[in-house]
């Protein structure tokens, strides 16, 4: 995200990840901070893997149980400790849920805002549209908890957008565009 930004900071891997997040927070507009960590996924990863992905991995139980399988051994130390789940699609059962008991992208900024923003929000969109699978992350600001569903569209009026800000822990205090009032 700092190369996206041309912002440094002095902090490396994830203490420098979420300092890079909180000046994005606090510097571009919602829709840009939004398009910097979509950038940034694009990025990561060359185009034509993207596409072979795209292509050899249609929506299907086997993809939706892969992208759950997959993100819960990859990715672990941005969001902490994940498990496979299972829910029902279309009347059967499938291992296609990642369920994340304590985030540590949200337990570390506190910020409902940037939970939105730079990761749920850029998150799904880059998962849709360049790996061509559905997913609806369901973060729970209550416990911390989150339920990444591969396969499911995110609703179109999600509750996540309306979240009041944390006045008290929010580490940004500032609005984000989800009923911050600090």
């Not at 998962?127 to 179109?156: A, H, R, T, W």
Request: charged share 25%; with cysteine.
């Amino acid at each position: 995200m700092q190369c996206m930004t041309g912002l440094k900071n002095e902090k490396d891997g994830y203490e420098g990840l979420i300092d890079a997040a909180l000046a994005i927070s606090r510097i571009f507009s919602l829709d840009k901070q939004s398009e910097i960590v979509t950038q940034a996924l694009e990025r990561a990863l060359p185009s034509y893997i993207l596409t072979m992905i795209k292509v050899m991995m249609p929506p299907s139980r086997f993809s939706r149980e892969y992208f759950a399988a997959f993100t819960t051994i990859f990715f672990p130390w941005l969001v902490g400790s994940c498990e496979v789940m299972e829910s029902e699609v279309e009347g059967r059962k499938e291992k296609n849920v990642v369920y994340i008991p304590k985030c540590r992208f949200l337990e570390s900024t506190n910020c409902v805002g940037m939970c939105t923003n730079l990761c749920k929000i850029p998150c799904q969109k880059f998962i849709q549209d360049s790996l061509g699978m559905k997913v609806y992350m369901s973060p729970n600001f209550e416990d911390m908890s989150c339920e990444m569903i591969f396969g499911q569209q995110p609703p179109e009026d999600d509750p996540a957008l309306k979240q009041p800000c944390f006045r008290t822990k929010c580490i940004a205090k500032q609005n984000h565009g989800v009923n911050c009032s600090i």
